[in-house]
């Protein structure tokens, strides 16, 4: 599920079946070095868009059944042929990337949204493709988790994204609670800062619980899977609340006891 850097995806837990894990080390290597180019290093936009647009040509060639040169395109190859995944999860993380090059404000959530369907949601799409379990209900609530989780990585991140020169927060919502891009570069974390913080938060956990159905709908091993991440994402913001939403002295991240409380509520759910 993505987050910062794919920390969350999951390439090497214990929960996931051995037969999986060539597939998922696969496509985390594709969606992770595709971030890079475009978040990464000291290259210029041009040379970021044009190494995305390489990266396309390359699903061009797996499409085709022509044989990648690249050897993490030959491995990506064999994967989708494997386990017969669509392509149009990963040019939608391909579009996702492309966008982060050139856009760094979004005026509305539903703009947030859109980005968050894209660079989000197709991690989990195809996570149910590689378990057999991509049903139209099963894909609706995995969007939902995912996107809560991009938003929840958002709200964690503000100050790493305003180093990089990029506010997530819809700028709709900076005006309806009176913050300014100002109030974000000096870390003003006072009462308009916790309204709009606390706002995010609730709209995240709303979307995150309206998903979490498929974590206890799922079987075996990629339920409890969802599970942890359902829990975890819910404590980040709990996190945040405990924070009063200072997200700039300390980013929110989860302890020793954290995981503890979170592998108590999965195993409740």
């Known amino acids: 599920m993505a987050v910062d850097h794919y920390e969350n995806f999951p390439v090497a837990s214990v929960l996931l079946p051995a037969h999986l894990r060539p597939a998922v080390k696969a496509i ?46 030959a491995a990506l190859a064999g994967v989708i042929r494997a386990h017969q995944l669509p392509l149009e999860p990963f040019r939608d993380l391909l579009s996702a990337f492309r966008q982060d090059v050139v856009t760094t404000r979004y005026r509305s959530f539903d703009e947030l949204l859109d980005y968050c369907r894209r660079s989000a949601n197709p991690v989990g799409a195809l996570m149910l493709h590689l378990y057999d379990a991509a049903t139209p209900e099963n894909l609706r609530d995995s969007d939902a988790i995912c996107s809560a989780l991009q938003l929840i990585n958002f709200w964690q991140d503000v100050a790493v994204d305003w180093q990089k020169q990029r506010i997530y927060l819809p700028l709709d919502d900076l005006e309806r609670f009176g913050v300014s891009e100002q109030d974000i570069a000096s870390e003003n974390a006072g009462a308009a800062w916790q309204a709009l913080l606390q706002f995010e938060i609730d709209r995240a956990r709303a ?28 404590r980040i913001l709990e996190r945040l609340e405990l924070a009063d939403g200072d997200v700039f002295t300390r980013r929110p991240k989860l302890g020793k006891r954290d995981w503890l409380l979170v592998m108590w509520r999965a195993l409740r759910m």
């Open 28 to 73: 985390y290597a594709f969606a992770r070095s595709a971030d890079d180019i475009a978040d990464e290093g000291d290259a210029t936009p041009p040379q970021r868009l044009a190494a995305l647009i390489a990266y396309d040509n390359a699903l061009d060639d797996i499409d085709a059944s022509r044989a990648p040169a690249d050897p993490m395109f």
């Open 207 to 234: 979307m995150m619980l309206s998903g979490a159905p498929l974590a206890r709908r799922l079987p075996g091993r990629i339920g409890w899977e969802l599970r942890m991440v359902v829990q975890g994402g819910l």
